[in-house]
């Protein structure tokens, strides 16, 4: 098992924790209240810092039930918080709905997730060896 070693930068934080036993992510919680008007973006604080295990990032994604009852999203999912990054963990939301959404001060605001990351050697070649899939992309597989 790999250590997450977590630091309030606001005594009003909330450490990240999993809900279920076996889930993926952990959620992360707003330290204020923040409005985001439909169309917009803000940036919610969490109020912690962390520091990764080596070789691996966090991924911040978007909580499913804000997705779906208030059209609210993390802009750009997944957000990649860097092994070496110390700073503020902070969570870029958007309202996709048609009304103003008031982020609340202790609200479950998005999920991290910690995933291994590798290390590549990168090399730039003249050809690619090929394979059954080719160039196709962009909705080249149909929709049924």
């Known amino acids: 098992m790999f250590e997450l070693k977590i630091k309030k930068l606001n005594e009003d934080a909330i450490i990240p924790k999993f809900a279920h036993k076996g889930d ?19 940036l919610i604080k969490t109020g912690i810092a962390i520091q990764l295990p080596n070789m691996t990032e966090a991924q911040v994604r978007p909580r499913s039930g804000l997705a779906l009852k208030h059209s609210i999203t993390v802009l750009n999912t997944p957000g ?9 963990i902070g969570v870029i939301l958007i309202n996709h709905g048609k009304e103003t959404f008031v982020v609340e001060k202790h609200m479950k605001i998005a999920q991290m997730v910690v995933k291994p990351i590798y290390e590549v050697n990168v090399m730039e070649v003249e050809e690619l060896t090929d394979s059954e899939r080719g160039e196709g992309g962009f909705g080249s597989t149909g929709t049924k």
């Open 24 to 42: 993926a992510g952990m959620d992360l919680y707003s330290v204020s209240e923040v409005e985001i008007p439909a169309g917009e973006t803000r």
């Open 80 to 88: 990649t918080i860097d092994e070496g990054y110390r700073g503020e």
